[in-house]
């Protein structure tokens, strides 16, 4: 996600004598706050070749609403939604608080940027889950569930970080930008590796083929206890660690981003996570006062939708996906 589309860059002359001349100083920061700059595309109309299942006849897919979520079914996530019911998937918001119960008729979860509460966006970030919030969606994993887990940029992962280290994933609560803490990355192709080969690249046939895609910005983290990793960044990429969203300057903690992942898949029991550390490569939005199109509508993000829907086939466990161990499964028609 790209929750600025003003970037200044602030030039500070030395006056010391022995000092270089010019210093350049890089700052970030939205003109606005992020929610009034970022809305969905309303207009943007997603492609489905075949359905890989009858019209509101595929599995449940819940998104989570109920921890101050910057992505809703009916907000930013509108398009989002939409491609998931043209391929079939009944799409719902969930209100309540992760139990035991309230996953109980849940196929896929999706969990995207939650947050503890509507405050400013800097450091401490408070935990949006309680422990026992935590337990439940482990152990639902574990007992089959399937779990998209999406963290953007700071200060997303502050907010998820539990959640994420008890699915092994480690999160850095900041931002994944080029050492001039500038937004030139976000560009996975499977030439160069940084999007890997996997059944959620390849599809079922050639037509769901994915050989590339764009992200916005986001983090970066680390898999603590192995996994799948999907987009991985290389040298170029640095990770910025501010005490504010998206304020930048010489003195801002930063380290080096190459191998870290922005994609990942993991099995868990009985489960499946996917954890993402961008979201709006998921949908399509409108940034900026100029209205920048950011997601599967901006230009380089042509294959995004078919990649979002490859994952969900994944999670899904769509037969024709992957390899079949043995005997023959039938088509899965809705859902756990």
């Avoid at 992020?34 to 449940?60: K, R």
């Amino acid at each position: 996600m790209r929750s600025s589309s003003n970037r200044r860059a602030v030039l500070i002359t030395s006056a010391a004598a022995g000092l270089a001349a010019l210093v350049a100083l890089t700052v970030l920061w939205p003109a606005a706050p992020a929610a009034a700059q970022q809305v969905a595309d309303s207009t943007f109309l997603p492609v489905v070749g075949a359905p890989a299942y009858a019209a509101g006849e595929g599995p449940l897919v819940q998104l989570d609403e109920a921890h101050h979520n910057f992505h809703t079914a009916s907000g930013r996530f509108l398009p989002f939604a939409r491609l998931l019911e043209r391929d079939g998937y009944r799409v719902e918001p969930q209100r309540e608080r992760f139990t035991r119960a309230a996953l109980a008729r849940t196929r896929v979860l999706v969990v995207s940027n939650a947050l503890a509460d509507d405050g400013d966006w800097v450091l401490p970030a408070r935990p949006a889950f309680t422990a026992d919030e935590v337990a439940a969606v482990r152990d639902w994993v574990n007992d089959g569930g399937s779990l998209l887990l999406i963290a953007d940029h700071m200060p997303f992962p502050g907010h998820a970080q539990a959640l994420a280290a008890a699915l092994g994933v480690a999160f850095q609560d900041g931002f994944a930008l080029d050492a001039d803490a500038n937004d030139r990355l976000g560009r996975f192709r499977r030439v160069n590796g940084s999007l890997a080969t996997h059944p959620v690249t390849q599809g079922r046939d050639a037509s769901e083929r994915v050989d590339s895609v764009r992200t916005f910005t986001g983090q970066a983290f680390r898999l603590l206890h192995g996994g799948t990793p999907l987009l991985v960044f290389d040298s170029t990429c640095v990770v910025w660690l501010p005490q504010e969203a998206w304020q930048f300057g010489r003195l801002t903690p930063h380290v080096p981003g190459e191998g870290m992942v922005q994609g990942a898949l993991l099995e868990l029991g009985r489960g499946r996570v996917a954890v993402f550390g961008e979201a709006a490569m998921f949908s399509a939005q409108r940034s900026g006062p100029n209205r920048n199109p950011s997601g599967m509508n901006a230009p380089g993000a042509e294959r995004n939708g078919q990649f979002v829907l490859n994952l969900m086939h994944w999670l899904t466990r769509l037969p024709g996906l992957e390899p079949e161990t043995g005997g023959t499964r039938p088509r899965p028609r809705g859902g756990r």
